[in-house]
């Protein structure tokens, strides 16, 4: 199916800036559209980011005019970054790279194994 792996992710103090990667390999084409996740200790997980097929960016309100997201799709491989500018504590997490595909009217999701990413203030 879909494989999807991260990196990137790192311990860097609060103002800093961290980008994450995530490489989708496999059936590309049934990607519909990815995204980043996130999960903190204690806390559930929650959307982050997530950029369609065609290029259309959706942000949490808590990470609007940090986060940038992107994706390039060069042949046989889709790339998805997360530019995280201006960090701080609060987006100390493990990020997680998420695809939604599509086969027929069915979607399904693929995950990555998830990076972590901690802010120190």
């Known amino acids: 199916q879909v494989q999807l792996v991260e990196s990137g992710g790192g311990l860097v103090q609060a103002g800093g800036s961290l980008r994450l990667s995530c490489v989708a390999s496999?059936?590309?084409?049934?990607?519909?559209?990815m995204g980043w996740y996130r999960q903190a200790p204690g806390k559930q997980r929650e959307l982050v980011a997530t950029?369609?097929?065609?290029?259309?960016?959706?942000?949490a309100d808590s990470v609007k005019g940090r986060f940038t997201i992107s994706r390039d799709n060069p042949r046989n491989m889709i790339t998805v970054y997360l530019q995280m500018n201006s960090l701080i504590p609060e987006d100390t997490a493990v990020y997680s790279c998420?695809?939604?595909?599509?086969?027929?009217?069915?979607?399904?999701?693929?995950w990555g194994q998830g990076t972590q990413v901690t802010v120190s203030s």
């Open positions: 998420h695809a939604d595909n599509v086969i027929g009217a069915q979607h399904f999701p693929s």
């Open positions: 496999g059936r590309i084409f049934i990607i519909n559209a």
């Open positions: 950029i369609t097929r065609g290029g259309s960016a959706n942000y």
